[in-house]
């Protein structure tokens, strides 16, 4: 974890050939342009670690041309011992945003990072880089902020774990308010259906200083879910914006802006408009980190238009039906085949994974989780009966409540065995979820081993090659802009055995 690796500050220097010689200094010096504001109020941040990369990202404001700016990583926060500098294009095209991936670090250790323009220097942002013989590994995992429904006092919980990293799997940003009940802070500005309103609505969350110094303290490993666009769309189509060539012009601008404002490498949005965030993340042979993306590449819903309960619907069986696309379905069956599979292979995927029996029927399903695409479920579930994988985890989001769940080898038998252990975050900063769709569910899903419709927080996951444990981490009061952070309940996976111990 950042903590222990903070230890290693005081090792010993890289090598001398690995410095500048005359490292550069983001201080004022004479003949600097003068800028008036501070170009960097949007934060650092950084993203998507390897064992020898990271991603650092920033974006200008106040700046209308193209301008070039300086960028610094250091292994010391004062800046003594720069291992990498070098200079980074903002264009007005990308909406000025930054993206830099050194390369060549060293595996497994932390490091600081700023950036420069004219006199103006940016905070200071801290990351670490991958260790291959990690023994351990945190994760801390959010879903679901809304910006007016709550504060994002949460994150000052998480930076005080210091995970190695933060997996973040949708509802970063919310495009419309909803519900009922009292708002701590609003949006003040209508639903984002262009580019300059996403990424006004994304520079807004942006000066929350909850959430920036979140970014600027760990390594964000993000994907999307539906608020990011529009409620509930699938794939192509929308809900709210019905007509095709409207909604993939919406789309599209809720894509490059999400882009623009996540350290990601800038070459996953592709000139076809794909944004290709599934990707993996390897701890060597302690941990692997399939993340996925159940939004962009699924077909429309089953017999409904967005999420609504449905029932007698042959279509979620269709086996053309797919939440991952042919493409990342494959992808995904590869890489759980690998020989040199880890000790824990953890999916991390944006809703709930788990059968949920309704009390409409036995064939009532909600159609915008994983149960109306049932076809999937059960292709990616064998896919982790395959020899090369072991103690796998679900990792979620989007339904507004904590969840652990058995994962069985076929829902509609319940004696059919546990193959694997589903762990879903309530949201950071929001209402929870419909009480009438989850309270019956404890009830009616035996697999349900904790279910909790009423706090919001984010869940913290310590990960050693012997278990997998969990801390609940719920939100004293989301209107209190100070409040503090308690354990709702901890769950233990044990190596070798699927399922979750109180």
């Known amino acids: 974890m950042l903590s222990r690796r903070r230890l290693l500050a005081g090792a010993a220097a890289l090598a001398a050939t690995r410095f500048l010689e005359a490292p550069l200094r983001a201080r004022p010096v004479s003949g600097r342009p003068h800028l008036g504001r501070d170009p960097f109020a949007l934060g650092v941040a950084s993203g998507d670690p390897g064992t020898d990369s990271v991603i650092l990202w920033t974006r200008l404001t106040g700046i209308t041309e193209d301008r070039m700016i300086g960028w610094e990583l250091a292994e010391d926060a004062q800046f003594r011992r720069i291992v990498r500098t070098g200079t980074a294009l903002a264009s007005a095209g990308r909406g000025h945003a930054v993206h830099v991936e050194p390369q060549g670090l060293r595996a497994g250790r932390p490091y600081h990072y700023r950036f420069h323009i004219g006199d103006a220097v940016s905070r200071t942002g801290q990351t670490a880089t991958i260790d291959p013989g990690a023994q351990r590994l945190r994760i801390a995992l959010a879903s679901c902020q809304h910006w007016e429904q709550g504060w994002f006092s949460a994150y000052r919980d998480m930076v005080a774990a210091m995970p190695d990293a933060v997996l973040h799997v949708g509802d970063y940003i919310y495009e419309k308010s909803f519900g009922g009940g009292p708002d701590v802070r609003r949006f003040d500005a209508p639903q984002p259906e262009t580019l300059d309103d996403y990424r006004a609505r994304h520079a807004l969350y942006r000066t929350d200083p909850d959430l920036a110094q979140a970014h600027a303290s760990l390594p964000f490993i993000v994907t999307w879910d539906d608020h990011e666009v529009e409620n509930d769309y699938a794939g192509s189509q929308g809900v709210a914006t019905q007509e095709p060539a409207v909604f993939l012009r919406r789309r599209a601008a809720a894509y490059q802006a999400y882009f623009e404002h996540m350290p990601i490498a800038p070459a996953r949005l592709r000139a076809d408009g794909e944004a290709r965030l599934y990707r993996r993340f390897d701890w060597g042979r302690l941990a692997s980190l399939h993340v996925l993306d159940t939004r962009q590449y699924r077909t429309p819903h089953p017999c409904s238009s967005g999420g609504q309960i449905i029932e007698e619907c042959d279509a979620v069986s269709d086996p053309a039906a797919t939440m991952l696309g042919g493409a990342q379905e494959r992808w ?114 035996s697999h349900v081993r904790f279910l909790n419709n009423s706090r919001a927080g984010y869940v913290l996951l310590d990960v050693t090659k012997e278990r997998l444990s969990a801390q609940l981490r719920a939100v004293d009061d989301l209107a209190d802009p100070s409040s503090g952070c308690a354990s709702l309940a901890s769950f233990v996976v044990e190596a070798g055995r699927a399922g979750a111990i109180a």
């Open 332 to 445: 995904l069956a590869e890489g759980l085949g690998r020989s040199r599979a880890p000790q824990w292979t953890l999916l991390g995927q944006q809703t709930l994974f788990s059968r949920l029996h309704l009390p409409q029927g036995p064939q009532a399903r909600y159609s915008d989780i994983w149960d109306g695409y049932e076809s999937t479920r059960r292709r990616v579930t064998a896919m982790l009966e395959q020899p090369s994988v072991h103690n796998s985890v679900f990792l979620g989001g989007d339904v507004h409540s904590f969840w652990v769940n058995d994962v069985q080898r076929d829902f509609d038998r319940p004696d059919s065995g546990t193959i694997a252990t589903e762990i879903v975050t309530s949201c950071l900063a929001s209402r929870n979820g419909p009480e009438a769709l989850f309270a019956p569910a404890r009830a009616l899903n």
